[in-house]
């Protein structure tokens, strides 16, 4: 299993962005997907999952701004990021977690950086 992240960069606040995340070697319908985060001298957090049965669950701090979806079809799962603010800064994570063993596996990370 491989997961790839990718679209992070620099973006003004106020700004968006929207990250992808393609898995290979895997059946992606048969895991449940997520994004976490890492700000510096921060621990990595939880910011949105994606069960293989549909549901989504978002943490507080993003929580009307962005949304997570899938497309099993071509394996990837996306993070929409809108009126991101500097507090959002981190490198961003997906994740994968296969349903029947709960086997973790992590992509590598993509940078987003919210400044002026």
């Known amino acids: 299993v491989q997961l790839q992240a990718f679209g992070g960069g620099l973006v003004q606040p106020g700004g968006s962005l929207m990250l992808s995340c393609v898995g290979s070697?895997?059946?992606?319908?048969?895991?449940?997907m997520g994004w976490y985060r890492q700000a510096p001298g921060k621990q990595r957090e939880l910011v949105a999952t994606?069960?293989?049965?549909?549901?989504?669950y978002y943490a507080d701090s993003v929580k009307g701004r962005f949304t997570i979806s899938r497309d099993n079809a071509k394996n990837t799962v996306y993070l929409q990021m809108n009126s991101l603010n500097p507090e959002d800064t981190a490198v961003y994570y997906c994740n994968g977690e296969r349903a029947t063993s709960r086997r973790l596996y992590w992509g590598q990370g993509t940078q987003v950086t919210v400044s002026s």
């Open positions: 070697g895997m059946i992606f319908s048969a895991f449940h």
């Open positions: 994606s069960t293989r049965y549909g549901g989504t």
